[in-house]
């Protein structure tokens, strides 16, 4: 099973992944991303596939768990 995992310097705070999560495993704290709750997330990827990024650069990207 795959875990996305934040890469907070390409984050633009669109938060894109925390709308389009159906697991609700996106944390937002003042208005920007905060953390995954991985008790919740079931690592379909839908974040990933959503993130824009900054400049082309995704701030999530999917892990293999265990890697």
């Known amino acids: 099973s795959f875990r ?4 907070e310097e390409n984050c633009i705070q669109c938060l ?3 709308l389009y999560c159906p697991d ?6 003042d208005g ?12 379909c990827g ?3 596939l959503e993130c824009p990024g900054k400049k082309g650069n995704k701030a999530i ?7």
Request: one cysteine or more.
């Open 4 to 7: 996305p995992i934040w890469k």
């Open 16 to 18: 894109f992944c925390w």
């Open 24 to 29: 609700m495993a996106i944390k937002v704290k």
């Open 46 to 48: 839908i974040c990933a």
């Open 32 to 43: 920007k991303r905060a953390e995954f709750d991985y008790d919740y997330c079931k690592g």
């Open 61 to 67: 990207i999917m892990v293999e768990e265990g890697k």
